[in-house]
């Protein structure tokens, strides 16, 4: 074992040991071979059911699917067509629950986002553990405890455990589609403005940092996203460095009881668009493209707060002007009609919508602790200038434009992101100051950062 793979090692396996729910992650190169020791050391398994879709079983599959059968495990494949592309839906977890329920076996998912999250949400219906072999680092749902899942057409998280053993090959990583490991990094990117939404709850008195979620997504951060060229590249121990750091931004999440540590209003803007189904030329846009366009979004709002000087604004003006309860309301139903979206977003915003009083004291108390936050977070966050050349290193999408998303559309996400959830954020925080629409407008205007004529599109839509 290299000295990197030994400090890989040495930052995830504490980790592991106060999960309740994962036992063991594998990560490092050639560590494929480990499946079937695994298997019968973690779950006494003697018959397996292998989920894979064509391209994971290619990937690993067929490796995986040779090494069980020479353990004497009896292997059951449920492979799915890899085109046209697999759906997250409830109904796809059908096939996997009738195969485990004929066999007895264990359920063993080979591949990467939807994989995994179908074999989750299955060996959940089954009070089951389930077993995953990771083929690429694309996203941070590996060990997180649900899956986002369609249901008859609506999209939401539905709770079910992590796999209690990972295994990630570095080899099998490294060969995964660039533009998959370019996802796995912009979900990882997010955790930036994720960490400075924290911050900003944390500041006024609204959530408080938690000591045990906090140091586990963002200590090492930096070092996670330091080399976007390598990860482009497949580089092992980049690839190494990036799945422990989805990894642990999943258990970070079980420890705190919530994805506050690892989502904030990019996450939200990114759910917004997965709920619309947006996708580029047929194929749906990914959830880590998503959240690479949410975070640069976000960042360039903070980049625009950091320059504002808070100390004229007249709190008492500025809560005479707002928007009451019921015009909030009405405006969700303006964005989202009547649907499933536009009842949760009501309920979401009730939970978080201050009384005159409370907003009265919470736009004093921000400017007074503006100068000490604006500092703190000038030495958290980089620029979005920054981070958009970091995350064109690692090929990720870094204009919504990119993917068929408008300008008046992005624009349109932006206001309507903070109804969604409860969780405060930087979108919260603008709003109380009666900032949201000059900040948009500032963003979006002929001279801001989303201006469309602001620069030339690096990729056109004919590259991707
Ligand atoms: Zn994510």
């Given amino acids: 074992m290299s000295s990197w793979e030994a400090q890989l090692k040495a930052s995830i396996d504490p980790v ?5 729910t994962v036992d063991a992650v594998v990560v490092g190169s050639g560590v494929l071979q480990q499946d079937a020791p695994l298997l019968t050391s973690h779950f006494g398994a003697t018959t397996a059911v292998l989920v894979a879709d064509d391209r ?3 990937a690993a599959g067929r490796q995986v699917d040779a090494a069980l059968a020479s353990a004497d495990i009896a292997v059951t494949r449920q492979v799915y067509p890899a085109e046209p592309r697999l759906k997250a839906s409830v109904e796809n977890t059908a ?4 195969a485990v329920r004929r066999t007895g076996g264990l359920p063993v998912a080979v591949g990467s986002g939807v994989i995994n999250d179908l074999t989750k949400h299955a060996a959940f219906q089954l009070g089951q553990p389930f077993f995953c072999v990771a083929t690429a680092a694309s996203m941070d749902g590996y060990a997180s405890a649900g899956a986002p899942l369609s249901d008859r057409g609506f999209k939401h998280t539905i709770p079910c455990a992590p796999p209690r053993v990972m295994l990630a090959d570095l080899d099998v990583l490294g060969k995964a589609p660039a533009e998959m490991s370019g996802w796995g990094y912009g979900d990882m990117a997010g955790k930036l403005p994720a960490g400075a ?6 500041a006024l008195g609204i959530e408080a940092i938690d000591d045990v979620a906090w140091p586990l997504v963002q200590d090492n951060l930096r070092d996670w996203l330091s080399a976007p060229a390598a990860v482009a590249a497949g580089d092992p121990r980049a690839m190494g460095f990036l799945f ?13 009881g919530s994805s506050r540590p690892a989502s904030g209003a990019d996450h939200q803007i990114a759910h917004l668009w997965e709920m619309e189904d ?3 030329r047929g194929v749906p846009v990914s959830h880590g493209a998503c959240v690479a366009l949410g975070t640069l979004t976000v960042v360039s709002l903070y980049d625009w707060l950091q320059a504002q000087d808070l100390s004229g604004i007249d709190a008492r003006a500025v809560v005479g002007n707002r928007a009451s309860l019921a015009e909030e309301e009405a405006e969700i139903q303006r964005r989202f009609g009547a649907g499933t979206i536009a009842q949760r977003s009501v309920v979401e915003t009730r939970a978080k919508h201050p009384s005159d009083a409370v907003l009265l004291a919470r736009i004093d108390h921000i400017k007074a602790v503006w100068p000490a936050l604006r500092d703190r977070l000038a030495e958290f966050l980089m620029p979005m200038d920054e981070l958009r050349a970091m995350l064109d290193q690692a090929g990720v999408v870094t204009d919504p ?10 624009r349109d996400s932006v206001l309507a992101a903070r109804f969604i959830r409860r969780r405060y954020t930087i979108l919260d925080l603008l709003n109380d100051l009666g900032l949201l629409d000059s900040a948009v407008e500032s963003c979006f205007g002929t001279d801001g950062v989303w201006s469309p004529t602001d620069r030339p599109m690096r990729q056109t839509a004919d590259g991707l």
Avoid at 16 to 20: D, E, L, N
Avoid at 401 to 410: F, M, N, T
């Fill in 278 to 280: 947006v996708a580029f």
């Fill in 197 to 202: 939404d924290w911050i900003v709850a944390d």
């Fill in 401 to 410: 434009l990119q993917v068929g998303i408008s300008r008046a559309h992005h």
């Fill in 56 to 58: 994971s079983f290619e």
């Fill in 16 to 20: 592991v040991q106060r999960s309740k």
């Fill in 95 to 98: 096939a996997i629950v009738e």
């Fill in 244 to 256: 422990a750091g989805l990894v642990l931004s999943g258990l970070a999440m079980e420890f705190h």
